[in-house]
């Protein structure tokens, strides 16, 4: 089965930091971009960011611009996503999928595939 195996997630204070990671299993990332979400109780799953498959070319949404990173290591088959500054409207769980390329249309869902379980983040103090 393919999929991505999600990673990193926990509890973290107010403008702390987490380190996210999305595993391939069952396929290569070399020709796909990759996108992260996140899906807060109550509220429908959004797009984070995005990062193609050949040139690095990243995207954002605007409440992370300055605040995530997002990259890939295509020899590990795995996807990153550095999170600082971490405010209390970011926790949620945290997905990631494939798509052929990200595009004006990254953020939405249509089109990505190969969902992992996610990975629950929480800011509290």
Known sequence: QLHFVESGGGLVQPGGSLRLSCA???FTLDYYAVGWFRQAPG????GVSCISSSDGITFY???VKGRFTI???NAKSTAFLQMDRLEPEDP???Y????????RTWSQLRGYNYW?????VTVSS
Not at 43 to 46: N, Q, T
């Open 96 to 103: 990631c999928a494939v798509r052929p390329g990200c595009g």
């Open 92 to 94: 949620a769980i945290y």
């Open 24 to 26: 391939a299993s069952g």
């Open 43 to 46: 509220k429908e799953r959004e």
């Open 116 to 120: 992992g379980q996610g990975t629950q």
């Open 71 to 73: 990259s890939r290591d």
């Open 61 to 63: 949404e605007d409440s």
